[in-house]
Each structure stands twice: as C-alpha cells, then as structure tokens.
C-alpha cells in the first residue's frame, strides 16, 4: 500500500508550486502588461440580483458614494423576478445612484438576466457583482484605472467573506482562502483557471455573444465558462489586487445552504473546456478520495493508520503554507486555528460535494436536451 504514497505526490508537487509562486508574486510591482494610451471609457456595471431585500441597500449606499465620477460609470441592476422588496429598494435608489437604470428579467435565470444589462449597457467595458457583495469607495475607481494603463481584456478582482464571528463563517473563510489561492496564482500568470463573478470586468460582447460564451443551456457557471472562453480567444486576463479593489461577499449561514451552493458550483465541472483546469480539479478531486477511502478502510485494516497518517501530513503541509500566505495578505491569521478540524473534514466534504456537482450537473444537461 505504499504506493499510495507516491499517488499523492503530485498533488504535494504542484501545491508546493502554488505556494512558491504565490509568495514571489504577492512581493512583485506589476510591470508585466503592455502600456496603452490614456483614454476615457465607460463601465457599465451589471447587477443581477434576485430576493436581495436584506442586503440590497448596503450595495445601493456602497455605489452611491464611489470616488470614480460619475460620467465613467453606469448602473444597471437586474431583478430577475424577486417575490421581496427588492424592487422597492432599488426604485427609491434612483435619487441616491447616478444613471442607474432597473431592468427586470421576468425569472430567465442569472445568465439571461446578466445578458439583459449587457444589452442595454452604454459601456465599453462591462463590470460584475452580486447583490449581497459590499464594494470598497474606490473599487471603481480601481477598476477604471487598471483599464487605462493595462491593456488587457478581462480583469479579474479578489473577493473575500463578509466575517460573522460564527464557527461555521469561520470555516468558510478559511476554506474560501484556498480557492482565492488558486485563483491569484493562475490568474497573475494571465492563465486563471477559476473566477469569481462577484468581481470581474470583462469587454462588452455583446448580449448575443454572452450567451454563447457562456453556455446557456447549464444552469451554473457564467463566470468561468466566459472566462474559459476569453482565453481560447488568446485575449490578456490579469488580476487586480489592490486592497480597495477587493469585493466583500455573504457566506452561507448554516451548513445546508452552504452544501447546496457548492453543488451549484461544482455541477458545472463536466463541462470545464481548459486542460489545466481539468487536470487541477480531478487531481484535487482523486487526492482527497483517496484519502476518505484510507481513512474508512483504516478501522477494518488498523495496519494502514501509519499510511493515513502519511498520506495526511503529505497533503496538509502544502494546504497549510498556501493558507497560511493568503491569512497573512487578508489579516486573517486567526483562521489557521481551524486549519486541523477543517483540514480532517476536507476530504469527505471535497467528494461528497464533487460527485453530487457531477451527478447534479449530468442530469441537468440531459433535461435540457
């Protein structure tokens, strides 16, 4: 059984690569991108939103005080069929938010809703968010800035949780501090793998040309898949990483909604294009496998605890130190407490999660058809 061993040390590899890379970029003063001429433009920033009464406003106020002026900048919100007052607060905003214009999609789903505001952006560029994220005063102005000195098609943004204080919030940060992990060390080399929707800023294709990059007929995904598509483009993706540039997002509040958004996420993987991202996910995928798969056979076979216990400190010593470099860049050192619990419930939640995301994602498709 101890080639069991040798199975994992790929994954140790490549997250010590991570780690590595990591470090050197957070010390690097962007020089990489092709300057080009300074020029105005505009952003339209796209909102979809749906039954976002309780955390709307916050948004609304957020917008409402950016440092960009205003002739840079449009809002557009989606609602897509919201049964709250959503709409109600986002009617009474119209005094407080320059240019903004309220569309409602009639429930066609997030991606059809997002094309709604692409179709009556004004923008060259197109901005996202989601209507429970908080912005900072100058992540606009951060955006914009970014958009006149790099040349560049996409921009992707960093995102972080909103802190609650509870065990379970503290879990999901620490866990979403990984995923913000990969997406900085594969976005900084221009050759991101996943995204976040919450902060993205894309050129304008065009409605029509959205909804084909983005593959309407799954339910899940816009974010990557437009991003998937971007780079078969060969268009230049980088990372915006300025303080003020970072996106604040709710987290889940109790463990059932929590797995049901992961299963969201993860159903759109058998449809994932890029290699890379393949390769990652099913490495990370059959790592964390195999390891449940030791953990359950070691109580029948007690000889296989000292391979478990291998097979663990293999996999945790990457995890950590790649944690342990984004805690220090968020000021968020206190989550690592967590990191042995979490880190013991990894596994079992990584596969029970992958298979119902790939079961989910499958049945999806062939409804569809």
Known sequence: MKWLLIALLPYTVVF????IKLQQ???????????????QKLLSVVIPLKDEASNIQNLVNDLSV???DTGHYEVIFVDDASSDSTLDILRSSN????DLKILEAGGVGKKKAIALGIEQAKGEFIVTTDGDCRVKQDWLQEMYNFLITYNAEMIIGAVDIISTGSLMNCFIQLEFLGLQAVTEVFARQGKPVICNGANMCFRNPGPERYIEMVKENITSGDDIFLMESYRKQGKIITWIDSPSSMVLTNAPGSIAPFIKQ??????????????????????????NLIISAIFIISFFFPSLWPIFLALFIMKSIPDLLLLAVMARKRGKT??????????LLYPFYIVTTGLAGII???FSSRQGK
């Open 16 to 19: 010590l690569v991570f780690w």
């Open 25 to 39: 970029e957070t010390r690097k003063v962007r020089v990489d991108h092709k300057k080009q001429k300074t020029r």
């Open 66 to 68: 950016q440092g960009l």
């Open 95 to 98: 005094k407080i938010l320059h």
């Open 262 to 287: 992961r299963i969201r996420w993860t159903s759109k993987s058998p449809f994932y294009t890029q290699p890379s991202l393949i390769a990652l996910a099913v490495l990370v995928f059959l790592t």
């Open 334 to 343: 206190r989550l690592l407490q967590l990191f042995l619990p979490l880190q």
């Open 360 to 362: 989910k994602g499958l």
